[in-house]
């Protein structure tokens, strides 16, 4: 199972909104709904930042948003902050009890 | 608060075994199926293996499969790893995670344990 393809950096300036894609193929992301993002910082433990494609963890901020198109889904985080900046990793869920991610994402806060 | 914490990540050689341990706490550990995800230096996560809540089911990765023996002690609140044949490329951080009530998702995890595979 190859791992679904990321851009390796993203950046945006604080209070702008920025878009993390993540592509896989009809066998995990384009079937099924268990596409989930983490959140890591260095030396820290990772994070669930949303889970079956669009949902919030409790304590997660509404500005952490999830969607899913076709063999595609993305994270969208508005209202850029200074802590956002951090790697970001996509994970779905394939048959046969497997799970894939994501090759990660820097985020740059300018 | 939930809390997962790895230890057992040490040098060794190729051909060597570990075992990894995972101490849970802050939650019913035995109502959750756990999971080991890696992370290769520079490189992305990669999922590992599956225990179900009772240690009735495992799966594993292609890549260990074979070599990667998962289990849990409910009665300690503890998952394990025992990694024999080790090969370079199984040098990582090790992450020990629980998944939802939801499932599908890992919705807590520790700070990690490194293996180094090294002659």
């Known amino acids: 199972q190859s791992a679904l393809t990321q851009p390796a950096s993203v950046s945006g300036s604080p209070g702008q909104s920025i878009t993390i894609s993540c592509t896989g193929t009809s066998s995990d992301i384009g079937t099924y709904k268990y596409v989930s993002w983490y959140q890591l910082h260095p030396g820290k433990a990772p994070k669930l930042m949303i889970y079956d494609v669009s949902k919030r963890p409790s304590g997660v901020s509404d500005r952490f948003s999830g969607s899913k198109s076709g063999n595609t889904a993305s994270l969208t985080i508005s209202g850029l902050q200074a802590e956002d900046e951090a790697d970001y990793y996509c994970c779905s869920y394939v048959s046969g009890i497997t799970w894939v991610f994501g090759g990660g994402t820097k985020l740059t806060v300018l | 608060e939930v809390q997962l914490v790895e230890s057992g990540g040490v040098v060794v050689q190729p051909g060597g075994s570990l075992r990894l341990s995972c101490a849970a706490s802050g939650f019913t550990f035995d109502d959750y199926t756990m999971h080991w995800v890696r992370q290769a230096p520079g490189k992305g996560l990669d999922w590992v293996s599956l225990?179900?809540?009772?240690?009735?089911?495992?799966y594993y990765a292609d890549s260990v499969k074979g070599r990667c023996t998962i289990s849990r002690d409910n009665s300690k609140n503890s998952l394990y790893l025992q990694m024999n044949s080790l090969r370079n490329e199984d040098t990582a951080l090790y992450y020990c995670?629980?998944?939802?009530?939801?499932?599908?998702?890992?919705?807590?995890w520790g700070q990690g344990t490194l293996v180094t595979v090294s002659s």
């Open positions: 995670a629980k998944e939802s009530r939801d499932g599908f998702n890992f919705d807590y």
């Open positions: 225990i179900s809540w009772d240690g009735g089911s495992t």
